[in-house]
């Protein structure tokens, strides 16, 4: 047992962990950086908007793709919020999709080759036949409208940022095992009270965007990113079902996402949908 004095210091010694920890939060975000359709760098909280502008298209063509109706169940959304979001984290890498069409598509195609700017989507690739099928789907309705008219030859490029689907892994990797293992450090500090952990986690919530928090929400869907929610409700799911335990349930437990103006993310996406024990704001 920690008398007064030896607590103290312990506590001191997580405060000055914790804003050391904080400050290289602050200088990841301030070197995050994409570029946009121009090639222009978007630097910091900026590219944070950029990405979640980038995840928003994938998951509209997503829905698109595998016919989503107006019966849009929790399960479907789960299904292509995770394979979106792992279109976005991995990209197709550098494989082109004209390597998926046959020749009758080639020859289709082809005649409108020379009008295209054909470079921002030579980065789609598939592994898998899903994959593969959705790029060619990708690519009918970039040429549908495309040659829709010659005004809006480039609009929805410009407004898909489809170069952005060679995959972000190397800025959202970094970022969130940062995050993660900053929540996690004071999450496991037990001389703390849960108030006072609450209040350490708060500091940095409160210093994250909307659109931070809306990536935070998607990333906890991904497979490399169960462990900041799912993957534990999953583990006591399979102990004990009729236990609530959040202790490791940290998005819930520290409310990481209660900013969302009523829990919502995009439209069709309700966050408290998915996390029911989060106070989200204007409730």
């Given at each position: 047992?920690?008398?007064?004095?030896?607590?103290?210091?312990?506590?001191?010694?997580?405060?000055?962990?914790?804003?050391?920890?904080?400050?290289?939060?602050?200088?990841?975000?301030?070197?995050?950086?994409?570029?946009?359709?121009?090639?222009?760098?978007?630097?910091?909280?900026?590219?944070?908007?950029?990405?979640?502008?980038?995840?928003?298209?994938?998951?509209?063509?997503?829905?698109?793709?595998?016919?989503?109706?107006?019966?849009?169940?929790?399960?479907?959304?789960?299904?292509?919020?995770?394979?979106?979001?792992?279109?976005?984290?991995?990209?197709?890498?550098?494989?082109?999709?004209?390597?998926?069409?046959?020749?009758?598509?080639?020859?289709?195609?082809?005649?409108?080759?020379?009008?295209?700017?054909l470079?921002?989507?030579?980065?789609?690739?598939?592994?898998?036949?899903?994959?593969?099928?959705?790029?060619?789907?990708?690519?009918?309705r970039?040429?549908?409208?495309?040659?829709?008219?010659?005004?809006?030859?480039?609009?929805?490029?410009?407004?898909?940022?489809?170069?952005?689907?060679k995959?972000?892994?190397?800025?959202?990797?970094?970022?969130?095992?940062?995050?993660?293992?900053?929540?996690?450090?004071?999450?496991?500090?037990?001389?703390?009270?849960?108030?006072?952990?609450?209040?350490?986690?708060?500091?940095?919530?409160?210093?994250?965007?909307?659109?931070?928090?809306?990536l935070?929400?998607?990333?906890?869907f991904?497979?490399?990113?169960?462990?900041?929610?799912?993957?534990?409700?999953?583990?006591?799911?399979?102990?004990?079902p009729?236990?609530?335990d959040?202790?490791?349930?940290?998005?819930?437990?520290?409310?990481?996402?209660?900013?969302?103006?009523?829990?919502?993310?995009?439209?069709?996406?309700?966050?408290?949908?998915?996390?029911?024990?989060?106070?989200?704001?204007?409730?």
């Amino acid at each position: 047992v920690l008398n007064a004095q030896s607590l103290q210091i312990k506590k001191d010694e997580i405060q000055k962990r914790f804003a050391l920890l904080l400050e290289l939060y602050k200088s990841n975000i301030q070197e995050l950086e994409v570029k946009d359709f121009q090639n222009n760098v978007i630097q910091g909280k900026k590219a944070v908007d950029a990405i979640l502008s980038s995840f928003t298209i994938i998951f509209s063509s997503v829905k698109d793709f595998r016919k989503r109706g107006e019966k849009y169940s929790e399960d479907e959304k789960i299904a292509d919020l995770s394979y979106a979001y792992e279109i976005l984290y991995f990209g197709y890498h550098k494989q082109n999709i004209f390597r998926y069409l046959t020749e009758s598509e080639w020859g289709e195609y082809s005649t409108n080759f020379s009008a295209l700017p054909l470079h921002f989507i030579a980065e789609i690739q598939s592994s898998n036949d899903e994959n593969k099928l959705f790029a060619l789907y990708l690519y009918e309705r970039f040429q549908n409208n495309a040659i829709d008219s010659a005004n809006k030859s480039f609009d929805w490029l410009r407004s898909s940022h489809i170069h952005s689907f060679k995959g972000y892994h190397n800025d959202l990797g970094h970022y969130f095992r940062h995050a993660f293992n900053m929540v996690t450090y004071i999450n496991e500090q037990k001389i703390l009270t849960e108030e006072e952990q609450y209040d350490y986690v708060k500091l940095w919530r409160t210093q994250l965007t909307n659109n931070e928090q809306k990536l935070l929400f998607l990333n906890s869907f991904f497979k490399y990113g169960r462990d900041w929610e799912f993957a534990y409700r999953d583990y006591m799911e399979s102990v004990d079902p009729l236990k609530s335990d959040h202790d490791y349930c940290l998005v819930t437990k520290y409310s990481l996402i209660k900013n969302l103006p009523n829990g919502e993310v995009f439209d069709g996406i309700i966050a408290g949908d998915f996390y029911p024990d989060i106070e989200f704001e204007n409730d």
